[in-house]
């Protein structure tokens, strides 16, 4: 596990920044604006959580062939991290352009799609992935019980679901986690921001809805 316990800080103004935003559009125009700097303002916080999150799905996914959505992948730090343990068929999907370009720039995912995962529609077939994995997502003004279930349909029956919650995010969201038929496979806490908690989540799909 890579740990990480950063002091408490008023030095972040952009965790505040992002989670103020009021709607999708809003969310997208920050992060397009954000693209150029988000690797290196968030490095030194935020790193250790895609490493680990693709730790946990190597655990249940040794298959380094197998089909994985990267659901908001932002600048790519997931993709980065499942290509350093020999994962090769990684799709990305997320909201901003520009941070999909930066993710593009670093040749790890064999798509990429720019989407809003609120959208049913956002991809045309259903249980595409052997494993999706989202990291920093399910957060305060960004990610939702409504892409919870978007997601879960792409999802095989069998397939793995690794995600991330901040605890006070995670008691919003417990509901809608413990309404789908998945079981939690296994978990993990880590020390962020100085006083508080995130999970790494890790679900198999037992049937579809």
Known sequence: MVENQPENSESRPWLSWICDSQDSEQLKKKYDSWANTYDTDVGEDWSFMPENAAIA?????????????????GT??????????????ITAAE???????????????????????????????????????????FA???????????????LKKGGFFVLTMRGEYR??????????????????????????????LVFRKERSL
Not at 60 to 73: E, H, R, W
Not at 140 to 154: D, E, I, K, T, Y
Not at 178 to 199: A, C, M
Request: hydrophobic share 45%; net charge negative; glycine share 8%.
């Open 57 to 73: 799905l190597e655990r249940v996914l040794p298959a380094k062939d197998a089909k994985i959505l990267d659901a908001g992948a």
């Open 76 to 89: 790519g730090f997931v993709g980065e991290s499942l290509a350093k343990l020999g994962y090769t068929n």
């Open 95 to 137: 909201l901003s352009e520009g941070m999909l370009e930066v993710a593009r720039q670093k040749q790890v995912y064999k798509t990429l799609l720019q989407c809003n995962l609120e959208e049913t529609d956002a991809f045309s077939e259903k249980e595409i992935f052997d494993a999706i994995i989202s990291v920093g997502v």
């Open 140 to 154: 305060h003004a960004h990610a939702g019980v409504r892409v919870l279930q978007n997601l879960f349909s792409l």
């Open 171 to 200: 008691d919003i969201m417990q509901e809608a986690l413990d309404r789908l038929p998945w079981s939690l496979v296994n978990q993990d806490d880590f020390g962020i921001y100085g006083k508080e908690v995130i999970y790494v």
